[in-house]
Nanobody, 124 residues
Framework: VQLQASGGGLVQAGGSLRLSCAAS????????MGWFRQAPGKEREFVAA????????YYADSVKGRFTISINKAKNAVYLQMNSLNPEDTDFYYC??????????????????WGQGTLVTVSS
């Protein structure tokens, strides 16, 4: 069971990035796939989540309208399209998979599988 995140990088404010998360094993049978972010010394925070077949999506208020999460079941991949980036979006971004109840999907502890972080840096 593995999650492999990629796509981070350096971008100017107002720019865009697309993160990818390749899943293998039973992680892709999880009820939710999510993206979280974390800055050094801070708690990991919810960014977005999508249900297994892509029917429902959920976003943190801070990214709503700017970020879009999507899923490609054929490729066992989840994506996070990030537009209108600002310096406050600078963080390590992590993909996750799990089967929490809906009310718990915003919490990192509810996810069983994690990929390594990919760094997103937004310059002003």
């Amino acid at each position: 069971v593995q999650l492999q995140a990629s796509g981070g990088g350096l971008v100017q404010a107002g720019g865009s990035l697309r993160l990818s998360c390749a899943a293998s094993g039973s992680s892709f049978s999880s009820r939710y796939m999510g993206w979280f972010r974390q800055a050094p010394g801070k708690e990991r925070e919810f960014v977005a989540a999508i249900t297994r077949f892509g029917l429902n999506t959920y976003y943190a208020d801070s990214v709503k309208g700017r970020f879009t999460i999507s899923i490609n079941k054929a490729k066992n991949a989840v994506y996070l399209q990030m537009n209108s980036l600002n310096p406050e979006d600078t963080d390590f971004y992590y993909c996750a998979a799990g089967s929490p109840v809906t009310s718990a999907m915003y919490f990192p502890s509810a996810y069983r599988y994690w990929g390594q972080g990919t760094l997103v840096t937004v310059s002003s």
